[in-house]
């Protein structure tokens, strides 16, 4: 990823945010950062301030760590995202690894309660 070969591991989640934003909008790819995902409980709002990192195409979540490594708590918390938004597909990416590769840095979590269809796109091949 570009991102992490320009910046390097373990400097603040927000620092990739914002280059993570430039370089998808490079590619007139849209995102936004910093989206509040609602709770509700009864039908009403529990104004909680939940916020995902970057929604992509408004169909993909990305959140952002920069941490030693994934503990089970983040991929709890990219699930539930997931779950309360009803989108299909997020990616945790850690940009305080070594190595950026699949598996150490970078880990694919499916809403496995999502119906509808998920488009190709969204599947990183590499």
Request: hydrophobic share 40%; proline share 3%.
């Amino acid at each position: 990823m570009k991102v992490y070969s320009k910046l390097g591991p373990g400097l603040l989640e927000s620092v990739y945010q914002k280059a993570l934003l430039i370089e998808l909008d490079k590619q007139g790819i849209g995102a936004e950062s910093e989206v509040p995902i609602e709770v509700t409980y009864d039908g009403m709002d529990l104004g909680l301030g939940f916020r995902m990192d970057i929604l992509v195409e408004d169909i993909l979540i990305l959140e952002l760590k920069s941490v030693s490594a994934f503990e089970s708590i983040h991929y709890k918390q990219l699930s539930n995202y997931l779950h309360l938004t009803n989108l299909p597909l997020g990616y945790l990416i850690n940009f305080n690894v070594e190595d950026f590769v699949v598996g150490k840095g970078f880990e694919k979590v499916k809403n496995l309660r999502y119906q509808g269809d998920i488009p190709e796109w969204l599947y990183y091949n590499g």
